[in-house]
Nanobody, 128 residues
Framework: KVELVESGGGSVQAGGSLRLSCEAS????????MAWFRQNAGKEREGVAA?????????YYSDSVKDRFSISQDNAKKTIYLQMNSLKSEDSAVYYC????????????????????WGQGTQVTVSS
């Protein structure tokens, strides 16, 4: 069983930065698609960024965060990160880490239905 634990959420003013972390309980994310999603109450879960486990390059960014957010990973720590810069009030949401059962190129990387394992979520609040 893969367990994902997010951390790093909090409150920040618009224009500020936060870094989210997601630690995997197993190292079985190599070659699988790892991603960050976000969700607000009453809305669908939105894909933010994705990376292939073990890869140094991001595979996917949503248009709304491109050039502001950066996904990365540290294989030694079994952790993926989401660096969020130039935060806007519309970035406020619960952020979730997820792992798909296949590589990013075999799924719809920005679609939550293609992911199998989920963390518990961490709240990000951006005040204007």
């Amino acid at each position: 069983k893969v367990e994902l634990v997010e951390s790093g959420g909090g409150s920040v003013q618009a224009g500020g930065s936060l870094r989210l972390s997601c630690e995997a309980s197993t190292f079985a994310y190599s070659q699988y698609c790892m991603a960050w999603f976000r969700q607000n109450a009453g809305k669908e879960r939105e894909g933010v960024a994705a990376i292939v486990g073990g890869s140094s390059s991001a595979y996917y960014y949503s248009d709304s965060v491109k050039d502001r957010f950066s996904i990365s990973q540290d294989n030694a720590k079994k952790t993926i990160y989401l660096q969020m810069n130039s935060l806007k009030s519309e970035d406020s949401a619960v952020y979730y880490c997820a792992r798909a059962p296949r590589p990013c190129w075999e799924i719809r990387a920005g679609s939550s239905v293609d992911y199998q394992y989920w963390g518990q979520g961490t709240q990000v609040t951006v005040s204007s």
